[in-house]
């Protein structure tokens, strides 16, 4: 609903305000994939992923299908019960930060 007292430019002013914090959590995001990705044995694979996969607004499904392993699997990788090899991490964060980056194009094409 907009705020009657601040009319459609108050809400214009936020609508701006959203899209430039979004930009930034991605941009946040995208740092820490690459960091992760430099160092994949000891990133904290679990919170990771489940940062990337709230900011991205996958669904266990689509996250399953991105990296071809079952949903219980992507399941226990975001909660921390286990992880995949660091060879499989670095990739897992390598192919996030592709998905970041074209969701930051879109952010800036918008």
Same mark, same amino acid.
């Given at each position: 609903?907009i705020?009657?007292?601040?009319? *459609? %430019?108050?809400?214009?002013?936020e ?11 991605? %941009?946040?995001?995208?740092?820490e994939?690459q ?8 990133a904290?694979? &679990?919170?990771?992923? /489940? ?5 991205? &607004?996958?669904?266990?499904?689509q ?10 699997t992507? /399941?226990?990788?975001?909660? &921390? $019960? /286990?992880? *995949?090899? *660091?060879?499989l991490?670095?990739a $897992?964060?390598?192919a996030?930060?592709? %998905? ?9 094409a &918008?």
């Amino acid at each position: 609903m907009i705020d009657t007292v601040a009319g *459609p %430019e108050g809400f214009d002013r936020e609508v701006q305000a959203f899209d430039l914090q979004r930009h930034a959590v991605f %941009e946040g995001l995208a740092r820490e994939l690459q960091q992760s990705s430099a160092s994949p044995a000891t990133a904290d694979f &679990g919170r990771v992923l /489940n940062h990337a996969q709230k900011i991205l &607004g996958k669904s266990d499904l689509q996250m399953s299908q991105l990296f071809k392993v079952s949903r219980p699997t992507i /399941n226990r990788w975001t909660r &921390g $019960v /286990n992880a *995949p090899h *660091p060879l499989l991490r670095k990739a $897992v964060f390598d192919a996030l930060l592709i %998905e970041v980056r074209q969701a930051l194009k879109g952010l800036r094409a &918008g």
